[in-house]
């Protein structure tokens, strides 16, 4: 592995050299004011990038999966029932979280490939007359396929039923590089991660919850301890943590969300998809196929790309990093050996999406595959030339 090259692995995704120094702090007192000026910043900042006007927003020193237990443990009781579909390695992670906790999932198994069936979600809810479903599972951006899901129409389905049931949503590889919108989709809690969109290193698990989910916390009675939200917040009231928190992280989000919010939102948005659009132009020149079935699904923060039959795509990853020193994303679970991932998210420009697509032909040329080098990233110049960046200005 080289320290000079970007890293194409959809999280941990590449630092801006800001966030690493913002990181990088002295040591300072985390029960005090000082703390407090860090701290409740970061948490305005990660609720705007939400999209919410009143999301109780909450970080524990974690990952994504912390964030996932956080929502489940402090809303739900054990032999509670929630409804999940199974479309790839993070969805599935997130059904065995609850079945470990011992929660009843109602699983609607989805094609690797194929988003959220809001349809089944629908019909499922409507069936659900006496309101046992506690809680709806939607993970945002299957990271493992490649597939993005609609979680308006996970809304409507709910709403359409007129179920009371919450909606808990993983955002943790869309959250901060794809629109998410937690007021207006009626999320009641949101999950995500500092290592993907907010481009730090990994450490904070970060959630928002809804005035209905903190209302839930009130009857759940799943053991809870170090994801306690009434414990944190007791803590934020007075500037500190139930423990020692990781100050130089929440330092690294406070600045994160700045940087996100000075490039504002939609614009962060667009350059994911305009990125995306130029992997996926080379995609189509190497004539393969992504892992995800149709454009309405397509993610703007991995591509998940299928090689021939027989060939192990796993080979490209273990190829780019041993000859060329640079991280690709494997495949996982069901497409393991079957997918290789160009993660395109965080902090990324044009030109560094140029030098991946670069890599993965020439590893593809390598090993044999019936690529033409050039092809893709051709295709890629094509697509940035005809759809130039926004102005550099205040690039991280
Ligand atoms: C990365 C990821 C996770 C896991 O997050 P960790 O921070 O590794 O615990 C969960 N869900 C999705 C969709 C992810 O991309």
Request: some cysteine; overall charge negative.
């Amino acid at each position: 592995m080289s320290f000079q090259n970007p890293v194409f692995i959809p999280g941990p995704t590449n630092i801006p050299e800001s966030l690493r120094k913002a990181c990088d702090m002295p040591t300072i007192d985390h029960r005090s004011p000082l703390f407090g000026q860090i701290l409740h910043p970061a948490r305005e900042g990660v609720r705007k990038v939400l999209k919410s006007d009143s999301a109780e927003i909450f970080i524990f020193p974690s990952t994504g999966t912390g964030g996932w237990e956080t929502a489940l443990t402090n809303t739900l009781s054990a032999g509670d029932t929630v409804l999940a579909a199974r479309n790839g390695m993070f969805s599935h992670r997130w059904i065995d979280m609850c079945q470990r906790h011992g929660l009843k999932v109602d699983i609607v198994e989805t094609a690797w490939g194929e988003g959220l069936p809001a349809d089944r979600y629908a019909e499922i809810l409507a069936a659900d007359t006496a309101h046992e479903i506690r809680a709806v599972l939607a993970t945002h951006n299957e990271t493992a396929t490649g597939v993005k899901s609609d979680i308006a129409a996970v809304r409507r389905a709910l709403d359409a039923a007129g179920h009371p049931a919450m909606l808990f949503v993983d955002g943790v590889s869309s959250i901060a590089s794809m629109d998410f919108r937690f007021d207006e989709w009626g999320v009641d809690v949101a999950v995500t991660g500092s290592q993907k969109g907010f481009m730090l290193p990994a450490g904070l698990a970060i959630v928002g919850f809804s005035r209905k989910a903190m209302d839930a916390t009130r009857t759940g009675t799943l053991p809870r301890t170090f994801f306690d939200v009434h414990d944190m917040a007791k803590g934020y009231a007075s500037n500190a943590y139930p423990y020692t928190p990781a100050v130089g992280l929440l330092n690294g989000l406070n600045q994160a969300c700045d940087l996100l919010l000075r490039e504002g939102l939609e614009n962060v948005f667009a350059r994911h998809h305009r990125i995306a659009e130029g992997v996926r132009a080379a995609v189509r020149a190497w004539g393969l196929d992504l892992c995800a079935v149709d454009p309405s699904v397509y993610s703007d923060t991995v591509s998940a790309i299928r090689t021939p039959e027989g060939f192990n795509a796993t080979d490209i990853v273990t190829h780019a990093a041993e000859k060329y020193g640079v991280a690709f994303g494997v495949g996982l679970g069901e497409v393991a050996g079957k997918v290789f991932r160009i993660g395109h998210l965080g902090s990324l420009t044009d030109v560094m999406a140029l030098s991946g697509i670069a890599t993965a032909e020439m590893c593809m040329a390598d090993l044999g595959l019936d690529i033409k080098l050039g092809s893709g990233v051709a295709a890629a110049q094509d697509y940035y030339r005809g759809h130039p960046a926004e102005a550099h200005k205040d690039a991280a």
